[in-house]
């Protein structure tokens, strides 16, 4: 069967004498692979269409009951030029396609917080996409933090942010492991509706705090494989103590 999909392409390694193979994310969020026969000759139809990052429209063949696919056209919609002659907005671009190859669930919606994200780094911001991308992928996967209300009493004075309950705390309800964010939760709100403008808003050491926060967050709801994020990123993004 034939098909025409947009996708993200994740990863492109060769294969064989003159072909590649690449991995991709699709416009309905499905993770599937396919082969570019003679990808590898200069000559190749596919040229820089199937490099990774690339906002890509492919035309693959796929059988029933095969998981890999033929490719048949490739045709870039979005390289993403900007983004990828910044080398540190590049590490980011690459911090958010290994959670888009690794997270165990692709949850519907993954593939446009993606494209949205990469568009966001390609504008020029840069680590608040991370909070941003991480934010969002809490609200698809289900777990997404409670942050203009305390999760236990519902009031709106929060001052603390507590991981493993799920959100906000007020001074009243907080618990041991709870930690003092006072006005960031207000730019985590703002991040995760998607004004990443916030962002400027903060000093440098609470850009440390926020991004360890959400980390942390993802690594307690999501699972530990995010914890390996920390060695994708660079150390001046993301710190490698926990
Ligand atoms: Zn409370």
Known sequence: MIKRKDAIILK???YRNTSKIIHVLTEDSQ???????GARRTTSRFGGN???INFTQIVYYIKEDR???ILKEANTLEPFLNLKNDLYRL???WGLIWIAKKIPDPQDGLFGLLERSLTFLNRGFEEEVLVYFLLSLFHLSGVSPKINR???CGSKEVKFFDIPSGGAQCAECRVDSAILVNSLLLVLYDLKKGRLRAWEEIVESDEKKVLEIVLEYG???LGEWLNRLRDILPSRIMPKER
């Open 91 to 93: 590490n980011i671009a």
């Open 219 to 221: 690594i307690y709801h």
């Open 67 to 69: 998981d890999i696919g």
């Open 12 to 14: 492109s390694f060769d």
């Open 150 to 152: 305390c999760v236990m």
């Open 31 to 37: 993770r599937i692979s396919v082969i570019a026969k």
């Open 50 to 52: 199937i490099e990774p």
